[in-house]
């Protein structure tokens, strides 16, 4: 196997160079040698595939499905209480001795106005030369995508869904040229920047493309594509349903999984369906070399074709009014709004597309530069806790649903845990303090590490001093903690940006 890669490699990088340098003759004792090689390693795949369809028809077992886990059952508060303000401040000119940022006068200005956006440049995606094959067209967040696929790739499932029939289909699609398409899929991945779970969206689309209305074929292909591209993807049946098993490097909630090896392997649905299995039938092991897990995490923004919307947002601090016009990507929030159930920790870390985070971000500096870390907290707490309206997931959504920075800003109403991610991230932009969130049963809240003493309620975590920050709080400051949380110890989500 590793004389077969080497050969492979040696093939990808230098074949061409060569070929091009070499003399008549030696170019054709060449590109018969290349052609030897690529039979080589087409024969190992060929062997590879041939294996894996004989598992196939022989290893599967039936199984109960484990139903998903539910990440708090504690119910959140209905009503959020509302802090007594503290008094407003007069304007300062002079910044006192040891003040961590040097103060500037207080606008004076009654309504602070938005700030010129910036002009949103829109890349399309690249258009690439498509080999031979049956083309489709696709919208994918706008991006218009061509692709071109083997039509050997349609295959028609067996009427009957058992194991012989996932061995044949399996050998039927290792039989097509599904080389080019996966080419193709990474050139796309590449150009458009897309994490794990993107493509996952993106190859899921192409299925569609392939079968608009076969969803045992479609799961099938994905399942087949995956694997190809070394995910340890699975499949599970039952009498009428095909269902597509994949592991994740994160934990996942409200969604179906069985477990292999200790590693829990989720029923999911790239079109939003909640999936409910009952006993199915599964198999026990993986192809050769697809031991990858879908690493969850959004830690790219994906290029979309940008669909700007803007949000008016009001608030009141120390006895002045403000206006911040937020805007937002749409297509980005559509693709958000995909996402399976994580760990509230995966929202705090999310990376946030630049077209939400500059004109905000803009908007909002000039408000916070020149003054003490404390009042810049304070304004960005009353501008989280004031500025958006309060409704539990289950109230907007009749599900838990934990938002990323962008469907906050989308959204009429958001929780707890929506306005502490998003009040951590502001933090973490403007100001660049250490902040982590608060997990209490019900409730998720955040807290300060500040440079300066600040009086209130606050804890030790690694070594320093963290302050009591509640942006759902209303009206309250840096120090003051909920009062039906103040005799709970939080657990401590720690966050690294």
Not at 26 to 43: A, L, P, V
Not at 262 to 271: N, Q
Not at 467 to 474: G, L, Q
Request: proline share 6%; net charge positive.
């Amino acid at each position: 196997m590793n004389k077969i890669k080497l050969s492979v490699i040696s093939l990808l990088l230098f074949g061409l160079t060569t070929s091009a340098l070499l003399s008549a003759d030696n170019r054709s004792e060449f590109e018969q040698w290349m052609k030897q090689e690529t039979g080589s390693f087409q024969e190992y795949k060929d062997k590879r595939d041939r294996e894996f369809a004989g598992f196939l028809k022989k290893q599967w077992q039936e199984m109960q499905t484990f139903q998903g886990l539910v990440r708090d059952k504690t119910p959140k508060p209905i009503k959020i209480p509302t802090a007594k303000p503290l008094p407003a401040k007069p304007p300062v000119t002079k910044a006192p001795a040891k003040s961590p940022i040097k103060k500037i006068p207080v606008v004076k200005a009654p309504v602070v106005k938005p700030a010129l956006e910036k002009p949103v440049i829109i890349k399309p995606a690249p258009i690439i030369r498509l080999p031979a094959g049956k083309k489709i067209k696709l919208n994918f967040y706008g991006q218009s995508l061509m692709f071109s696929y083997d039509p050997k790739l349609k295959v028609k499932l067996l009427s009957v869904i058992n194991a012989d029939a996932m061995s044949r289909h399996w050998s039927a699609l290792s039989l097509a040229d599904y080389d080019s398409l996966i080419k193709q899929l990474q050139v796309m991945r590449k150009s458009l920047e897309l994490n794990d779970w993107a493509y996952a969206l993106l190859i899921n689309d192409v299925a569609k493309g392939i079968y608009p209305r076969q969803q045992n074929e479609r799961t099938l292909l994905i399942w087949f594509l995956l694997v190809k591209e070394g995910y340890s993807a699975r499949i599970a049946y039952d009498a009428n349903r095909v269902y597509l098993l994949l592991p994740t490097e994160q934990q996942l909630y409200a969604s179906p999984y069985f477990t292999f090896d200790h590693v829990r392997y989720y029923a999911l649905s790239f079109e939003g369906e909640k999936q409910s299995l009952g006993k199915v039938f599964t198999y026990e092991g993986h192809y050769p070399g697809a031991n990858k897990h879908l690493d969850m995490r959004l830690n790219k923004t994906m290029k979309t074709l940008r669909k700007q919307r803007s949000r008016p947002l009001k608030f009141k601090f120390q006895g002045q009014n403000y206006i911040v016009n937020a805007s937002y990507d749409e297509q980005t929030v559509y693709f958000l709004r995909t996402y399976p159930q994580m760990d509230i920790g995966m929202y705090f870390i999310a990376s946030v597309n630049q077209a939400t985070a500059s004109p905000l971000l803009d908007q909002l500096r000039p408000l916070v530069e020149g003054k003490s870390e404390q009042d810049a907290i304070n304004l960005l707490l009353r501008f989280v806790q004031t500025a958006f309206q309060y409704r539990t997931d289950e109230g907007q959504f009749g599900i838990e649903n934990y938002l990323f920075p962008e469907e906050t800003l989308h959204y009429p109403y958001s929780d707890c845990e929506d306005r502490s991610v998003f009040f951590a991230w502001l933090v973490n932009s403007l100001l660049g303090l250490e902040v982590v969130g608060l997990d209490y049963p019900g409730h998720i809240s955040a807290a300060v590490h500040f440079s300066q003493p600040v009086s209130g309620d606050s804890f030790r975590y690694k070594g320093k001093t963290y302050v009591i920050t509640d942006p759902t709080y209303i009206n309250a400051s840096a120090g003051m903690t909920m009062p039906a949380y103040r005799k709970i110890s939080p657990e401590v989500i720690n966050i690294s940006f």
